[in-house]
Structure formats: C-alpha cells, structure tokens
C-alpha cells in the first residue's frame, strides 16, 4: 500500500491541507469453520485476512460526514445530528450506520471527511462489510477523541459490538459477531477460536505444513439483507425452542449437544427446522474438533473436517447454490487437496480449500476452467495470508 498516493487521492477529492490527516484500516476475513453458528451463540474459528479496507480521514469544523469511495466515486454527505433521514443510500449505509450507533453510544463524533479504498472484495463472503464498519468505528472515535483530548486506548471488542449494532439497527442485518470480532481482533498467522455465547477467546497459531489456503471467488455477489440470513436465523430460533421444553436450561443452541440433540430431536415437527438445527449442533463439535487437529499438526483430519462442513451447509442448512458446490466440487478433484468448503453466509462469495503448495497453480488452473465452462463466467482465485485486525496505520 502507497500511504502517499491514498492522500493524494484523497486531498484530489476534498482538497484542503494534510493537516489532521490519518489513515485507518480494518481486515476481512476467512471463516475456517464454524458457519452459522455465530449467532446461535457457538463456535467459529475465523482469521483476519491481508485483504483490507483502508479509510484515509480528516476532522472538519462542522458536523457533516462526507464519503467516497476510490471504485464508487460518489460522494455522500450526511449531518451528523440527523443520520435517520439518510438510510437506503445507494452505498455509505454501513459508515452512517456505524457513526449513529457510536453517537447512541456517547461517543463524541466529529464531522469529518472519509476516503475509502476497499481491497475485499465486495458480496465475496469474506467479510467487507465488517471490514467498513471496523474501519469506520476505529476512524470516528479516533478523530473525536484526537479532538475532545480522550487519551483512553480504543476498547477493540467494543469497536466489534457497536459494528455489529449498526448492521442489526441501520442496515436491518440480525447478523452474528464473528465478521466484526474477526476484523476487530485478527492476529498474523493466527486464527481465532471464538466462543459467540460469551466472547470468550485464543488466538490459536496456524502451521498449515506444506499447505496454503486458496480462496475461490464464486462472483456471485449476495446480500444478506435480500437473501435467507433473517429467515435461517428465525429457524434456529424456533428450534431452539421446541427443543428447551427438554431442555430448559439451554440459552441458544450452543447450549445443545450432539447427544442432547439426537435425544430430542423428535421434539423438532418440522423437517426443515430439523435440518437447520442438525447443521448447527455438529457444526459447533466440528469447530473443537478442527481447533484440536490444527493443534497438533493434522491437516487430513482439517481438510475432512472442511469436507463435512461444507456438505452439511448444503444438504441441511441449504445455503450454498450451484457456484459454491461446483467450486468446491471441482476442488476437491485436484491431487493435493485436502479439504474444501464455503466460507461466509453463502448464497454465493467464496469458497476456501485446503491445497498442498505445489499443486496450487494446478488447482487454480484445473477449477477455474471447470468453473468457467460450467457456469458460464470465471472465479477469481486468492492464496490467503492471515494478517492483523483493525488498527491506524502511522
């Protein structure tokens, strides 16, 4: 990244001085396993990915917000004392978003004027709406505490709760906590094994031993507010209760176990809600098993346990569509491949593949030209590098 071509750019856009001037970034993510389980308060185990938003932000003296985008280049300018008129933007929700949820917060906000460069990809499913969000949070409280002379260290856990308000309140989202704890909290070369029913964590190192995770970009874009998300949400939700007249203790479905779950699984009339609960209970156990495996060194275990994740997203929660099962499909053909799975909410974005080096040039080629002649357009294809959470650049 050229921190001086970002201000150029940006002073080409609002001109003025490079005094007050400060960059911020926040990562996107890759979800090794554990998916859709955030919500229903389980395990997940996401890294931080080098693939970033970068925001390049300046105070101003008044109390308006204004935004560009580097690929957008619309601007949007909003007044910060009245946010609730500017919902339904072609794009800049999520930054508006965030910058109410702060100020309902008792942040001290400041006008200012935000330029963003977006290096994940966006409706991939690794996460760029987090990304935003992060960057913009640590951005605003930054430039207002520079200003009201705050010295306290930004809290980056409160920074990932508030995104995650903004994305429920502003953008209408239930979503979980992992994309936003994920880019909050991301660490080089370690992923996270997270617990979402109380935010309880380790940073767990990643050796993968001869292997590199590949991301394939199905270029499908989705959007979680016009797909399945809510209704998968209100599913488990519906599941979970039928399942505590058993259970009563049970505060989410992280609290169902594997053997609970065949237990009383009658208790569920529903076939479909059956599924979605099926999926979720073994996914959290495959989580565990999957931390314990990359503990020890055990990519074949890893890799099967990928395998069995994926198939479970498609035969049981039925979130994945036919350019996430034809990469995964497609890659699991390749000599060298040790597991493959959808990664994010679905419904499109990417996939990740556990790929011995040597044969990554193999399985990009081989995969992209199966995709390619079976879908009709091309997938894009990342070797992914597990970076730092959110953070300003100095």
């Keep these: 990244m050229d ?6 750019k940006f002073l080409g856009y609002f001109d003025g001085s490079l005094e007050g001037i400060r ?3 926040a990562p996107g993510r890759v979800n090794l396993i554990g998916e859709h389980t955030d919500y229903n308060g389980g395990f997940v185990f996401p890294a931080a990915l080098t693939l970033a938003t970068t925001v390049v932000a300046r105070p101003r003296k008044d ?3 204004r935004l560009i985008a580097t690929d957008l280049e619309q601007m949007v300018e909003a007044d910060l004392d009245c946010l609730d008129q500017y919902r339904n933007l072609p794009w800049g929700n999520y930054q ?17 004027d935000l330029m963003y460069e977006d290096k994940v990809p966006l409706g991939s499913g690794l996460s760029s709406s987090a990304a935003i969000e992060l960057a913009t949070a640590i951005a605003l409280v930054s430039l207002g505490d520079e200003a009201y002379g ?15 308000r903004a994305e429920h309140e502003y953008i209408g989202v239930k979503c979980g906590i992992m994309d936003q704890f994920a880019s909050a909290m991301g660490k080089k070369d370690h ?30 874009k989705r959007s979680l507010g016009e797909g399945k998300y809510n209704e998968r949400r209100a599913e488990c939700e519906k599941g979970l209760e039928l399942l505590k007249s058993a259970l009563p203790q049970a505060t989410c479905l992280r609290d169902v176990s594997c053997e609970d779950f065949e237990k009383y699984r009658h208790l569920i009339d529903s076939e479909v809600i059956r599924k979605r609960v099926a999926h979720v209970v073994y996914e959290n156990q495959r989580v565990l098993d999957s931390v314990e495996a990359l503990k020890n060194g055990d990519m074949a275990t ?14 049981l929660y039925e979130v994945t569509g036919k350019e996430l099962d034809t990469l995964v499909e497609e890659a699991r053909k390749i000599e060298g491949v040790l597991g493959s799975r959808m990664t ?23 995969v992209g030209k199966a995709y390619q002649d079976k879908i009709g357009y091309g997938a894009s294809f990342y070797v992914s590098e597990i970076g730092d959470g959110a953070r300003e650049l100095k």
Aim: net charge positive; with cysteine; proline share 2%.
């Design 191 to 220: 992923a996270i094994f997270l617990d979402c029913k109380d935010l309880s964590f380790q940073w767990v190192p990643i050796t993968l031993s001869g292997y590199s995770l590949v991301i394939g970009n199905t270029n499908k």
């Design 23 to 25: 960059l911020f970034t």
């Design 302 to 315: 890893f890799g099967r346990l990928m395998n069995d994740s994926h198939n479970s997203l498609r035969d």
């Design 3 to 8: 921190k001086s071509k970002l201000i150029e």
């Design 150 to 164: 705050k010295t306290k260290a930004i809290d980056a856990i409160e920074m990932a709760k508030l995104s995650q």
């Design 96 to 112: 508006l978003g965030v910058a109410q949820t702060l100020l309902k917060a008792g942040y001290m906000i400041k006008g200012c």
């Design 344 to 366: 994010g909410a679905g419904f499109g974005g990417c996939t990740v593949s556990l790929v011995k080096n040597e044969r990554i040039p193999a399985f990009i080629e081989s």
């Design 63 to 65: 109390r308006m917000i």
